[in-house]
């Protein structure tokens, strides 16, 4: 026989492929060629699976081996098909019998030794597998965990080449995935924390139940970064579907902890500001890496200290916001990551970021007013809700812990709102107020009385407001009337919903 085929499997973006990797050996000068689109890692892969080869005490074929990845027009990255190369290679020489490996996906990476490397992005490969029908897979012991988690896939996994070679000839067993368990000592921190605030608190409570951006402005130490990252804890558990997403996306960048299970809270991404654009939006050679932006997909983006970012990391955030993916530029084509993120940013008055009222700061209004213009150009027209906290009075802080609303509580507000916005809108394009198309919030259905908008117009008609505040002021009015169990927003709400707006400097 000089003819083998192995099957494995290709990222585009997060979707994968199937990939059949076919092997042909013929006399004639001892070389490898690749065909297929192959990129300088795949390359690599050459002498890798070379080595895996002899070092495994095979021996390797001194003829010509054509190496085929079909479809040859998808683009293919990263080193997932070293495994499926080596035993096609095998097969084709005879030596091998591939029968075992009828409609089996094999992934996985060659160590120079012979052993199985892990690889990035297995679980969307075997999910994808999985829709077209294939029900075993093959892959290293170290992904196994998270290739199990496709349902109805049968997975064994392989530490070494020689151990997949046996299996094959009968001499011995592949290995079994360890289970998934939760990795312990991952609590969110809790909105009982934090004292006082009650605007703040109110902030990211409205944020959670309408998935609107949220900005908190305010001096050091008045708890912006601690309402923050209590955001997450009051949104509820991703679904099937966006849980099986995120964790693609985890999966894709190499942050999956071997054994983790389904990521099924919202993800939170706190990139620094010192964070390259790469780390931000994704990027690097091979297969991409997902940046801070899609590993938030679905959670939260929370950029601490905004304008110490630099201009272009905020610029080039901007596009993706508004669009909810990410398209990154390669060699060869571009990538597109989903990127459907709740912004949340936070930002001190002024860069010296000492206390308000201390007598050490020396900032001049217009250096105050330039730090913050570095995030209102770009990023702050999109923010729904603008807050800014005032200073943590000491009687805020001593008071009893036990008495304040927990996030279990303000989450459970939370999950009844967005349960009646997700109800309202259904087959209108939105899962939540924040989401709501302002085409759809200006339909005569849904438009509210004149009375109830009357400041809203006007604040329109002088020009104090733009159009796109106008909206989502309106936007914020409905999740306060579903957090209140209201029909529809009244003047009250519009009023609330214009003091979260405008409740800053800015
Ligand atoms: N509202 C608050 N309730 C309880 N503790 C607070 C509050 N605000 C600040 N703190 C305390 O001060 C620390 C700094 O708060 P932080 O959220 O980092 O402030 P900021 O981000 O506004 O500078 C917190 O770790 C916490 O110990
Ligand atoms: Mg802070
Ligand atoms: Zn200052």
């Given at each position: 026989m000089s003819y083998a085929m192995v099957l494995c499997a290709a990222l585009e973006g997060v979707a994968g492929q199937l990939v059949r990797v076919e092997a042909d050996l013929a006399p004639g000068l001892p070389m490898v060629v690749l065909s297929g689109l192959p990129d300088t890692a795949l390359n690599e892969a050459r002498e890798r699976v070379r080595a895996a080869i002899t070092n495994s005490g095979e021996r390797w074929p001194q003829q010509r081996i054509s190496i085929n990845l079909d479809p040859a027009d998808l683009r293919k990255r990263g080193s997932s098909f070293d495994l499926p190369i080596a035993l096609s290679i095998l097969g084709g020489t005879g030596t091998l019998p591939l029968a075992g490996l009828d409609g089996v996906l094999v992934l996985g990476e060659l160590g120079l030794d012979g052993s199985v490397r892990p690889v990035r992005g297995v679980l969307p490969m075997v999910a994808a597998a999985a829709r077209h029908g294939v029900a075993k897979a093959i892959v290293p012991i170290r992904n196994a965990a998270e290739a199990a988690l496709v349902p109805g896939m049968r997975v064994l996994a392989a530490d070494t080449l020689g151990r997949v070679i046996g299996f094959l000839r009968g001499s011995c067993t592949l290995l079994e995935p360890p289970d998934a368990a939760p990795l312990p000592g991952r609590a969110e921190p809790d909105l009982a924390d934090v004292a006082g605030q009650e605007m703040g608190r109110l902030g990211v409570e409205l944020a959670a139940a309408g998935g609107h951006h949220l900005a908190l402005f305010g001096p050091?130490?008045?708890?912006k970064t601690m309402l923050a990252r209590r955001l997450p804890s009051l949104l509820p558990q991703l679904d099937d579907e966006a849980s099986l997403e995120v964790t693609a996306l985890h999966s894709i960048a190499g942050t999956l902890a071997p054994g983790?299970?389904?990521?099924?809270r919202p993800p939170y991404q706190a990139p620094h500001?010192?964070?390259s654009v790469a780390s931000l939006v994704g990027g690097g050679s091979g297969l991409a890496r997902p940046g801070a932006l899609s590993l938030a997909h679905r959670g939260v983006l929370f950029l601490d200290?905004?304008?110490?970012?630099?201009r272009q990391a905020l610029d080039t955030l901007r596009q993706p916001l508004e669009g909810g993916v990410v398209t990154l530029g390669r060699s060869r084509g571009v990538v597109v990551y989903p990127a459907q993120v709740q912004l949340v940013l936070a930002a001190n008055?002024?860069?010296?970021?000492?206390?308000?009222?201390?007598?050490?700061?020396?900032?001049t209004p217009q250096v105050k007013r330039r730090y913050l213009g570095r995030v209102s150009g770009p990023l702050l027209d999109r923010i729904d809700i603008r807050l800014t906290l005032l200073p943590l009075k000491a009687a805020h802080l001593f008071t009893?812990?036990?008495l304040r609303e927990s996030s279990q509580v303000v989450a459970q507000r939370v999950a009844v709102a967005r349960d009646t916005a997700a109800t309202r809108w259904a087959g209108l394009g939105a899962r939540c107020n924040g989401e709501v198309p302002g085409t759809v919030l200006r339909q005569r259905r849904w438009r509210l009385p004149d009375d109830v908008t009357g400041e809203l117009r006007h604040r329109l008609d002088t020009g104090a407001m733009s159009a796109r505040g106008h909206d989502r002021v309106l936007r914020m009015a409905w999740t306060l009337s579903d957090l209140a169990g209201l029909d529809r927003p009244g003047k009250e709400e519009i009023n609330i919903a214009l003091t979260l707006r405008d409740g800053g400097t800015l």
């Open positions: 050091p130490g008045a708890g983790e299970p389904l990521l099924r500001h010192t964070s200290e905004a304008p110490e970012f630099s008055p002024c860069p010296c970021a000492r206390p308000s009222g201390d007598a050490a700061c020396a900032c009893d812990a036990s």
